[in-house]
């Protein structure tokens, strides 16, 4: 990008008045859209109070790798978003049961049936911080990096 080019300018400006505010926003990461497992059914919570690293599912598509490690999926009524650790599979009765992190703690526990949200995950987050290299002896500039933190 043009670093002396008006409209680069009034990006910048708005993307540091983001860091400096600590106002939150959605978005979701392009390459986490789809996951790579199936994610396939009406996924949801098969039990109340549940906390710790894994999660007991029920609704998913029978006898598929609903996730695969690397994955990233929402719980209703759970605050953050869970990185699976393992690849998961539903049975038979299109039951599973998914590891991931980080954990859901005690008084963060999702409800009975609560809706399990696998693909085109989106997150409330902060910009916590930007990274712009110096330009060259051009007015091109590239490298820019933003760095993202769920709000919780």
């Not at 708005?14 to 994610?39: A, L, V």
């Not at 060259?136 to 933003?146: C, E």
Request: hydrophobic share 40%.
């Amino acid at each position: 990008m043009d670093v002396t080019a008006q409209a680069t300018r009034e990006f910048l400006a708005i993307i540091n008045d983001y860091k400096r505010s600590g106002d939150s926003f959605t978005i979701s990461h392009w390459d986490y859209r789809t996951p790579k497992g199936t994610g396939a059914g009406t996924p949801k919570v098969d039990g109340a109070a549940q906390t710790g690293s894994s999660l007991v599912t029920d609704g998913w598509t029978i006898n598929q790798t609903v996730f695969r490690a690397g994955d990233i999926f929402l719980v209703a009524g759970v605050l953050d978003a869970k990185d699976v650790l393992a690849d998961a599979a539903s049975d038979g009765s299109g039951d599973c049961t998914i590891s991931f992190g980080p954990p859901i703690l005690s008084g963060n526990s999702p409800a009975e049936n609560a809706v399990i949200t696998a693909t085109a995950v989106k997150m409330t987050c902060v910009l916590v911080d930007v990274i712009l290299p110096r330009s060259g002896p051009t007015r091109a500039q590239s490298g820019l990096k933003l760095v993202f933190k769920e709000a919780l």
